[in-house]
């Protein structure tokens, strides 16, 4: 089953993942670096989380142990120091930033 897609209206996530707005997330606790991370995601159908709301922010800060590290789907592979996310899209909103 593919944790990203649901069926029907309501969204359905493997166990253990969460559903917020109709997207499913993992919160992993394992430790690896963000390239495994990312590979890891991809082989479950997922990617690294792009976040585009206040509100999907909060959800993630809600669902996070503040002792455990996480991965966001943010880059700077393509040029060093300018940050994008996985997708491709600019990093346009800085959340809880005035």
């Known amino acids: 089953r593919d944790p990203i897609r649901g069926e029907g209206t309501e969204r359905k996530c493997l166990a253990g993942w969460k559903v917020f707005e109709g997207s499913c997330y993992s919160f992993s606790v394992e430790k690896m670096n963000w390239e495994d991370a990312k590979e890891v995601c991809e082989d479950q159908g997922a990617h690294l989380v792009i976040v585009n709301s206040d509100q ?6 809600n ?6 590290t996480y991965w966001l789907g943010l ?5 060093e120091g300018s940050w994008m996310w ?3 899209d600019t990093v346009s909103v800085r959340f809880g930033i005035p």
């Open 56 to 61: 999907e922010q909060g959800f993630l800060k």
């Open 63 to 68: 669902n996070i142990n503040g002792s455990n």
């Open 75 to 79: 880059t700077d592979e393509e040029t």
């Open 86 to 88: 996985i997708n491709g």
